[in-house]
Every structure is written in structure tokens, then in C-alpha cells.
């Protein structure tokens, strides 16, 4: 055997997970990164040089301020996520048992529930004949309607009310991993609950927190279907401004141009967000240790003086076992009654689920227009919709599409995140490139693939939609399978090569059958995923037939009817039947 061939065979091992990862890094490259390279290109004029978009943004009248009111959405939003979620995340963390479970549900069934049947519950709960202004005339706020819908603060509320699960969530998967015996351990020393809190819990997490803050912020920047739903003319943001430079004032280079302008500040952000600036070494109790101690000391030398007494020996044994009870307490916030705390829990759970329910509700209304509560219940609604062929056939389209997408995605994510389990340095320099379709503001993902799109003959094609939906499918399953193959024992592969078992087999025998409840949760991701998304489809979707969400959105703009109550209501089917399918997975591989 000549050397170069021994050479290639010695390197083939360490070529097999780049081999692995090359389709998904292609895919991705060829359907996302080059459409971004076209984006900026466009932005600049090419092959023209020029900064003539980029100046015509800066410093023509209304664009600026767009800019700066979106980023201050950003902002708003982020902070009363993070208040409302916050405390939320801590009184889901202090319940065990089905009670944790319940409170768990109701934050994932909203976070997998449809953007679209969010909004429109909103629009059915701040209009004139909604719950939320019948509310007030019944309690006596008002003798009339207030205007809600159509402003700013029907704006905000709908996008608190999609962007709190990306709080909690993160927030909370972080308190799970605290250990619980810290503030105890903080409250023997003698720190006061609160304080232990300050100084204990919530340094530890302050990760969980920046992520939630992160994700909530790139994501609301990027808004455009809420804002563009329940926002007034005068609350547009620069998503809105930028579908508008595209499907109507067809301007595509100042659309590249305010695209790359809200990319960079993402990008600002998550390069002075994004690092762990955090640090658990701090002194949770330092500085005070000296104060405490003197405390304590005190107490020693009360002790002392009464312990002779009995009715002062019998008070000291309560207090000791009174305060033995509460340092093991779980809930450190001793100052409130735990009661206030699950109070508040339950407002905030109901602000997540309600809406759900009132659409379920208007679902079976008899009236033919919005009004809440409806005045008789009947079927009419869904009966339009099955006889309807138009919602027949978007429906169609919505599964069709979302079925090829989830396979597409499936075949290539799994064989990525398997690569990159197994490589490492492969994993820092691709996993990046493979998350930046879901990092990315979506509105910029649209753009980009419009005027990618658009050179390849794909705006209009179930091809483009394919492509384009398998891109946000990768990611999800690169995610949850990494997570998957993190907790995998490799002995097990290793003991099948060590029997002379072929690497493909023992993959296929011991190593997918082990993950693939991981690869049946990023399944079921991609699908809600793809069946949901309707900003890039909205972009490359062209005028034919429509998705599903394409055909709702355009209703919702234009003609507002109890149909899309029914459509609403079947399609939160989606989410609670993925999560029984991961149920009943889970089960089989217990």
C-alpha cells in the first residue's frame, strides 16, 4: 500500500463526522447563506457600489424613527417579559408533584400554539365587543367601548403575551439545576430570606435570564404579523416597513438596506449580551459575615441568660423548631405568604391560556360577526370550512408541506448533530452556521429569500417553501438531538464495534434506537414549525395556491369572520397532539 493511501485511510475517521455534517452545512449554505450574501449585495447596489440605500434610510423623513420605535419595542417587551416571567419561573420551580406538571402545560401549549390564533384571539378580546371591554363596563370602568384594538398597547399585549414562554422557559431550566440547599444554608449563617435571595438564587440565575432576555428581544425586533395585526398606523415597525418596501413600493434595495440594518443591531446585541458575563464566585454572603456573626453571638449569649428558666427553655425549643421549619422551607421569599405567590402564578398562566379559550369558545358561536360571549352556540363555522375547497385545499398544502420539510430536515439534522457530538472543534465552527436560521429576525429570513428566491425561479413553488421551512426544521433538530447524544453512553458503541459490528449497524442497532425519542421531539418541532410559519411564506409564497396560515393571515387583514375561530381552534390540535405523541414515546421507551 502506497503512503498517500495509508495517509487518506488514517484520515478517514477523522473526515467521518465532516462528511456526516456536509449535507445539512450545504443546504443551509446553498438556501440561507448565499440568499444573505445576495441581501447584502442588493443592499449596496452591486455591482454598483454604492451607500445610497443606507443614506436614503438614515436620513430620510419617517424611517429613523421607525427604526428607533422598534428597537424601543425591543426593549419594552424584553423588560415586562422579564418581570412578569421572573416570578413566574421561580413559583413554577418551587411546586412538585401534578401541580408543576399543570403549570408546565400551560406555558408549552401556548408556546407551540400557533402565532396566528394568538393574534386573532387578542383581536377578538380587545375589539369593542370584546372580553375585554364588556370586563370593564360590567365592573364599572367604563359606560362605553374604549378603544384597545388598533394601538399600541394592543400591540405590547400581544407580544408580552407571545414572547413570555421564551422567558420562562429559559429562566426556569436554570432554577431547575440550582441546589435547593443554598438558601438554607445562606439563612443558617443568618442572612434574612430576601437577601439570601438577592444575593444567593438569583446571581445563579442570571444565565437563564439572559437568554430569555436574548431570545425575547431578537425575536420582537423582528416582529411583524402582531404588531401588523393589533397596532395602529402610527405603531409601525420596521418589519411592517420592510414587507411594505417589498410588496408594495417595490423597492427591494431599501428593504436589503433596513433588513441589514435591523440584522446588525441583532448582531450588536448578541455580541454585548451574548457572552457570559456572569460569575457565581461572588461572595453570596460576603461582606456580611462579620455582621451575622455578631448575631449570632448575640442570640448565644440570650440563650445563656434564659436557659435556667423552663417556660423560657420551652419558648426557645418552639422557636427552634419554628425556624428549623422555615430554613428547609422551600419557598425563601418568607416575608409573603407562598399563597401570593401562586396567586400571582395562576394570573399569569390564565393571561397565557385565556386567549386560547376564548377563540375555542367563538369557535362555536352563532353570530356573524365578533362579540364575546356569542349568543348561541352552533357548528356553522366548521361546516363552512370543510365545504369551503379554499381552506381545503391551504390545508392541504399547509400538511403537504410540512410533511417533505420534517423528512427533509429529519435526514439532515440527525446526520449533523450525530457529527457534531462526535467532533467537537467541528461543533464550535458549524453549529453557528446551522442555528442562524432560527436566530436571525424572520422578517429578515423572508427578505433574504425573496430576492434569493426570486433568481432561481422557487417565489411561488412548493419547492420554495420546502426549502425554505426545512431551514428552521435543521436547527430545531440539531438542537434537541445534540441535547439527546449529550446524555448518550458511547460504551454502548463501542462495545458493538469491539464484537466486529460494521459502524452503520451498530448506529442503526444501539445508537438510533436510544435517540430517537430525541429525533421524534425534533420531528414533531420542525412539523409545528413549518405547518405555523407564515412571515417567510408570506414573502416567497407568490400568488398561488396558500398555506394554510398564508390564507388566515389574509383573511385576518381583510375580512375578519368566525371561520378563522374554527380554523383557530383545529389547528391548537397541533400542538396537544405533539405533545401526547411525545408522551406516549416517552412511555414506550420507558
Not at 396566528?116 to 380587545?126: C, G, K, S
Not at 425586533?221 to 405603531?235: E, H, K, M, R, V
Not at 455580541?271 to 442570640?299: E, H, K, M, N, Y
Request: charged residues 15%.
Amino acid at each position: 500500500m502506497s503512503a498517500d493511501m495509508r495517509t487518506l485511510r488514517d484520515r478517514l475517521p477523522r473526515l467521518g463526522p465532516a462528511l456526516l455534517a456536509l449535507p445539512a452545512v450545504a443546504f443551509v449554505f446553498a438556501f440561507f447563506a448565499l440568499p444573505m450574501l445576495d441581501l447584502f449585495l442588493a443592499s449596496i447596489g452591486w455591482p454598483d457600489i454604492s451607500l445610497a440605500s443606507y443614506t436614503e434610510f438614515f436620513t430620510r423623513g419617517g424611517y429613523l424613527p421607525v427604526l428607533v420605535r422598534t428597537v424601543i419595542a425591543g426593549i419594552t417587551v424584553t423588560v415586562l417579559c422579564f418581570l412578569l416571567g421572573y416570578p413566574l419561573a421561580y413559583a413554577i420551580n418551587m411546586t412538585t408533584g401534578t401541580k408543576r406538571t399543570v403549570m408546565l402545560l400551560f406555558v408549552i401549549v401556548p408556546y407551540l400554539t400557533s402565532l396566528l390564533v394568538r393574534t386573532y384571539a387578542w383581536i377578538v378580546m380587545l375589539g369593542d365587543g370584546g372580553l375585554v371591554n364588556k370586563t370593564m363596563i360590567f365592573i364599572g370602568l367604563t359606560d362605553r367601548p374604549v378603544q384597545i384594538l388598533y394601538t399600541s398597547t394592543a400591540a405590547y399585549v400581544g407580544m408580552v403575551h407571545i414572547m413570555l414562554p421564551f422567558m420562562v422557559l429559559p429562566i426556569l431550566s436554570v432554577m431547575n439545576g440550582v441546589d435547593k440547599r443554598l438558601i438554607p444554608a445562606a439563612k443558617s449563617m443568618g442572612c434574612p430570606p430576601f437577601r439570601a435571595f438577592l444575593r444567593v438564587f438569583l446571581p445563579l440565575t442570571v444565565p437563564g435570564i439572559r437568554s430569555g432576555c436574548i431570545l425575547v428581544f431578537i425575536l420582537a425586533i423582528g416582529f411583524y404579523i402582531t404588531p401588523a395585526a393589533l397596532g395602529g398606523l402610527s405603531d409601525v415597525l420596521l418589519s411592517e416597513l420592510i414587507e411594505i418596501q417589498v410588496s408594495q413600493a417595490m423597492n427591494f434595495r431599501l428593504a436589503a438596506a433596513a433588513a441589514f440594518v435591523l440584522l446588525v443591531i441583532t448582531a450588536l446585541f448578541l455580541l454585548i449580551f451574548g457572552a457570559d458575563v456572569s460569575s457565581t464566585r461572588t461572595g453570596l454572603v460576603g461582606g456580611d459575615t462579620g455582621r451575622f456573626s455578631g448575631r449570632g453571638v448575640g442570640f448565644r449569649w440570650a440563650r445563656s441568660l434564659l436557659a435556667p428558666l423552663a417556660a423560657a427553655e420551652v419558648m426557645r425549643k418552639r422557636r427552634l423548631a419554628q425556624w428549623q421549619k422555615s430554613l428547609y422551607r422551600r419557598d425563601p421569599f418568607l416575608a409573603f405568604r407562598p399563597g401570593l405567590l401562586m396567586t400571582y402564578a395562576v394570573l399569569c398562566l390564565g393571561f397565557l391560556i385565556l386567549p386560547s379559550l376564548v377563540v375555542l369558545v367563538m369557535s362555536f358561536s352563532s353570530d356573524p360577526f365578533l362579540s364575546f360571549p356569542p349568543s348561541g352556540l352552533s357548528m356553522q363555522w366548521y361546516e363552512e370550512f370543510f365545504t369551503d375547497p379554499s381552506w381545503i385545499a391551504a390545508l392541504g398544502k399547509s400538511v403537504y408541506v410540512a410533511c417533505i420539510s420534517t423528512l427533509l430536515a429529519c435526514g439532515l439534522g440527525v446526520l449533523a448533530a450525530y457529527a457534531l457530538d462526535r467532533s467537537p472543534t467541528l461543533s464550535n465552527y458549524l453549529m453557528p452556521l446551522l442555528l442562524t436560521p432560527i436566530i436571525v429576525p424572520i422578517v429578515v429570513v423572508g427578505v433574504a429569500l425573496y430576492g434569493g428566491y426570486v433568481d432561481w425561479g422557487l417565489i411561488g413553488t412548493d419547492a420554495g417553501l420546502i426549502f425554505a421551512h426545512t431551514l428552521g426544521g435543521i436547527s430545531y433538530i440539531v438542537i434537541i438531538v445534540s441535547a439527546t447524544l449529550a446524555g448518550f453512553d458511547r460504551r454502548l458503541e463501542r462495545a458493538a464495534l469491539s464484537m466486529k459490528a460494521h459502524p452503520f449497524t451498530a448506529f442503526r442497532r444501539i445508537t438510533l434506537p436510544l435517540i430517537q425519542y430525541g429525533i421524534i421531539a425534533g420531528a414533531i418541532f420542525a412539523f409545528i414549525h413549518s405547518f405555523d410559519e407564515v412571515v417567510v411564506a408570506t414573502f416567497i409564497g407568490g400568488f398561488g395556491e396558500k398555506t394554510l396560515p398564508m390564507k388566515m393571515w389574509e383573511d385576518i387583514r381583510h375580512e375578519i369572520n368566525p371561520t378563522i375561530a374554527a380554523v383557530s381552534t383545529l389547528l391548537l390540535l397541533v400542538p396537544v397532539l405533539g405533545l401526547v405523541g411525545l408522551r406516549l414515546t416517552q412511555r414506550r421507551n420507558n
